[in-house]
């Protein structure tokens, strides 16, 4: 086991990843140790886990919500009915809200748990890659709007994660891969020490090779730590922690939510954004082909969806990272470094998008 | 006009109160300054003073959300509401929400603040006497849940406070004496010296001279600040500010929201926690007398609506103050100093509340 520390002074925790976690009681109960626990899980994820997790805390008042699979979960109304259930149970506020899942699953649940008597505790036992090293980590907590994803939410910092690596055997193929497209966007924007290593273990990370598997959690954990603490709130530097997303963001809401899963949108938004930084004269232009190479080793798309270009470009204006009118966006200097800027024109990113097979 | 200071260092502000505050375009646009506005009212208050602050900011993109007026409007569909409406405008992350009116408007506004795209500005300007002097100061917003108020909510500072105190002069008398309850609650919790003052001046305040009130309500601010800035998050300190209002909570729900006004509800529960107090033993009980005097003079009540008292007890369980099973309340060791215990039994509080003429 590894353990990552996000230090966030009063708020800081630890991020615990390796083999074997979940089955293991006694670090559980070690881990969690209010009287009243909410497990929020999925029709997926109860059958492989949620007995051993439930057993763990047979000596406390345990609730169980069980959400049907997909993005569509994450909305206002299933919250609603979390926090009816907590009422409806007497929930207080020192119980902790357990999110055993997905980014969905903790996206939510984070916010139910952000939110009920104004914040309880709350631990996050993510069970796929991409909830490993990224959503489960750094406080973002979020239930979608119909018109734009993770509208409505809140900073809600988890009081521990506990990532079992065991939880991505079962893991589909497809949920693999999206989940390394987050992995890489950690190469790319601070890393690329990092980048280079994935260049040459992406197989064995195909192969879910453990050992591989925990190093590119606990790397990919550990650059994004230190960019949370650094930038709890998201004024700076946290925002580059959203390179591909701004373009990913808006390739997800004209699919329509879970029709792309969240990490393909995100591969394409990097493609994307790399393609928009050379254009822009800031990537060498060289380093755009093992980019997109390792994007495409990892089983990731390239190739946008049937989608306007323009409907592209103008629904990317409401994405959150806009600020006072100007679109900003994430792009890179270099594999490695990244900036955000705001000075790139609906016309320069509507040509990458239509060079990009959009339409 | 007198300026209190919240000390909470990034997120510190100052709470502005004053006569003509609203009326004064200048200062308005230099006290909120973000180009898209948000301002949340209800329908008593926009034929009141919605067009002056309109007025004011003509030059901004603003937006109006008005509310039936009532406590039943501090709802999770209403919040929906606010959110579809920001959305719908494409309000970016540095947009401002304005909360005008009283605490019902605050709360909702507050936590649709804090909510919307993980968290936006959010300005208060109080048009009652309870949201001058505590609903508006100290961050704490939310909406309530039919079975409970209060339960779906955020800690959310506002950027700044505008109390303008000529609001008063139209604000219904019930009203008035409503706000008065937690104007007392800060002498009896920490300010003997502000409880003196409050026992010569109360007829002043009732007949809203603007000194006294001003005064009242800065002291009442000064006060509820520096318990704030002690413990933003109600670990510990904050907690007494909640004098009356676990029995008030209890007395608001079984009543119907909206049957009776949280200061009365509050006053009665003060009238109650100084009878426990001096019941189990910590009030000297010849400082009852001038309590229930206080109380009475503002114009509130000391009686309690016809409930049963098994009822009120039992609710009184569901309030977040319950900690680990045992239900925490503020009681008084003498005018001016309060704490908070655990060792009050269910059978004490019946028999305060059966002497009480509940039932």
Chains 1, 2 share one sequence.
Request: proline share 4%; hydrophobic share 45%.
């Amino acid at each position: 086991m590894q353990t990552v520390q996000v230090e966030l002074a009063e708020r800081s925790y630890p991020i615990h990843i390796g083999a074997g976690l979940l089955s293991d009681g006694d670090f559980l109960r070690d881990q969690i140790r209010s009287s009243q626990l909410l497990i929020v899980t999925n029709a997926t994820v109860a059958p492989l886990y949620l007995d051993r997790v439930n057993n763990a805390f047979s000596d406390r008042q345990v609730s169980v919500f069980i959400l049907p699979d997909g993005e569509q979960e994450k909305s206002l109304p299933r919250f609603g009915e979390i926090i009816d259930q907590l009422v409806a149970e007497r929930f207080h506020r020192d119980a902790t809200a357990v999110a055993l899942g997905g980014g969905v699953v903790g996206d939510l649940t984070g916010f139910a748990a952000a939110s009920y008597q104004r914040g309880i505790d709350f631990a996050q036992l993510p069970t796929t890659l991409l909830a490993q090293v990224d959503s489960s980590v750094g406080g973002k907590t979020a239930v979608n709007h119909p018109a734009a994803k993770n509208m409505i939410g809140a900073f809600h910092q988890p009081s521990v994660v506990i990532a079992d690596i065991d939880t991505l055997a079962t893991l589909a193929d497809r949920e693999l891969h999206a989940g390394l497209a987050e992995v890489i966007k950690y190469g790319l924007i601070m890393d690329a020490e990092f980048f280079h290593w994935l260049e040459d273990n992406v197989g064995a990370l195909l192969e879910r090779d453990p050992a591989a598997l925990q190093y590119a959690i606990a790397v990919s954990c550990r650059d994004k730590a230190a960019v949370v603490a650094a930038d709890e709130r998201e004024r700076g530097q946290r925002a580059l922690l959203n390179l591909g997303h701004t373009f990913g963001h808006a390739i997800e809401a004209l699919s329509g939510y879970g029709k792309i899963l969240h990490g393909e949108a995100v591969a394409i938004g990097m493609a994307l954004a790399a393609e928009t930084s050379v254009a822009t004269g800031r990537l060498p232009a060289e380093q755009l082909a093992p980019i997109r190479q390792l994007i495409e080793s990892a089983g990731l798309p390239l190739q946008l969806p049937p989608l306007p270009p323009g409907d592209i470009v103008e629904r990317m204006g409401l994405d959150k990272k806009v600020q006072q009118g100007r679109l900003r966006l994430v792009l890179l200097d270099a594999i490695g470094a990244a900036q955000l800027v705001d000075d790139v024109s609906a016309e320069q990113i509507l040509e990458v998008v239509e060079s990009y097979g959009g339409g």
